[in-house]
């Protein structure tokens, strides 16, 4: 089983930065892809950013390329999504979540483990 544990949301100005933190308890695997999900109110739970700490590899949807960065090992069982140049429309509730497979995937039925969310608001 395993538990992940988000940090670091906030309000933030548009243009602006935050950075989120997601602790996986229990037990991990090297094999384990981490991924950032996030919600909107009135919208679907939609994928931000994968790494496969089996693979290496990372995966971003087209809307933060250039400004979020996903990071984070197996070591230390934790992974941080570095967010940059803040727009409203990021405004969502985020959420980590932990896939028993080095293969990146972005829906959310693909992942296994959910944390229970935290809060970026992003103002104009």
């Known amino acids: 089983q395993v538990q992940p544990v988000e940090s670091g949301g906030g309000l933030v100005q548009a243009g602006g930065s935050l950075r989120l933190s997601c602790s996986a308890s229990?037990?991990?695997?090297?094999?384990?892809?981490m991924g950032w999900f996030r919600q909107a109110p009135g919208k679907e739970r939609e994928f931000v950013a994968a790494?496969?700490?089996?693979?290496?590899?990372?995966l971003y949807t087209d809307s933060v390329k250039g400004r979020f960065t996903i990071s984070g090992g197996n070591a230390a069982n934790t992974v941080w999504l570095q967010m940059n140049s803040l727009k409203p429309e990021d405004t969502a509730v985020y959420y980590c979540?932990?896939?028993?497979?080095?293969?990146?995937?972005?829906?959310?039925?693909?992942?296994?483990?959910w944390g229970q969310g935290t809060q970026v608001t992003v103002s104009s």
């Open positions: 979540a932990a896939r028993g497979s080095p293969i990146i995937r972005v829906g959310v039925h693909e992942y296994d483990y």
């Open positions: 229990g037990r991990t695997f090297k094999t384990y892809t």
């Open positions: 790494i496969s700490w089996g693979g290496g590899g990372t």
